[in-house]
C-alpha cells in the first residue's frame, strides 16, 4: 500500500461506505485526513480493521474513530506507530466493548499503564502485544516486564487462542508459569520469539503435563532465538502438544542437539 496517498485513502468510504474489513499493510501515507474521512463516512458495518505502518494518525484522530466506529469493532489490530498511548487504549476501552481481537504491535508507549484499560476485554481470544517500538526518534524501543504481563493474562486470558508476546526481552519464566500457564488452558497459538531471558527449565514446566488445554495442545509454537531452550524443553513442548502441532519454529535456538531433534 506505500504508493497510496492520502487522497487516495480518503477514497475508501467514498467507494465502499459498507466495508466490513479494512487490511492495509505499509500504510504509512496513512494519515489524520484520511482516517477522519473514515470514521464521518464508514457505517457501523466495519467489524475489523488492521493496519501495518499508521504512524502519521494522531490520537486525536484515534479518538474520534473509536468514539464513532469502536461499538461494531470486533478485531482492532495496528503495528508500527509511535503516537498510540495511554489515552488510546483508555479510549478503546471506553468505546469497543464488542472486541475479541486486539493487536498492538511496535508500539512505542506501550507500557503497564497502556496496559491497564484493557483488562476489561476478558473475551479476548486473540492478543498480540509484541515487538516494542519506539516512542521517539532516538528513544530506544523499551520491553514490557512481567509485573506487566501477568495481571494483563490474569484479566483477559481465559479464552484466549492466540498469545504473541515476542521481542519483549526483559520478560522472564515469570510470565510463563504465573501468567500463561495459570490463566491461559484455551491457548492454539503461542509466539514467544527472541525472549532471551527464559530459559530451558521455565518452557518445560509451562508444557509439563499438568498444563491442561481444552483443545489437546497448541497447534503453533513459536520459540525462535529462545536461547536457552534445550533438549529437555523440546521433548516437554512435544509431549503436551506433539498431537495438536503443525508449526513450530525452532530458528537459532542453538543449544538444541541432534539427540534432541
Known sequence: MAGLDSNALQLIPDY????????????????????????????????????????LVRKESWYRFFEKLGGSLKSFKIRETPRFDITCTECIAKNCPNLTELGLAQIGPLDGAALKPLFVFDQLTYLDISDPGVS????????????DVIPLLDAVGKNLQHLNISGNADLTDETLGKGIKKNCSNLRVLRLRKLEKLTGLGI??????????????????????????????LRAIVGHSGKQLEILNLNSDDQLTEQGL
Open 16 to 55: 465502499c461506505p459498507f466495508t466490513e474489513l479494512i487490511n492495509l499493510q505499509f500504510c504509512g501515507q496513512l494519515d489524520n485526513d484520511a482516517m477522519d474521512k473514515w470514521t464521518t463516512k464508514l457505517h457501523s458495518t466495519l467489524t475489523s480493521i488492521e493496519l501495518y505502518g499508521p504512524y
Open 136 to 147: 521517539a526518534p532516538g528513544v530506544p524501543a523499551k520491553s514490557l516486564r512481567d509485573e
Open 204 to 233: 518445560s514446566e509451562l508444557f509439563s503435563a499438568d498444563w491442561k488445554n481444552e483443545h489437546g495442545g497448541l497447534r503453533e509454537v513459536d520459540v525462535q532465538r529462545v536461547l536457552e531452550l534445550n533438549d529437555g524443553a
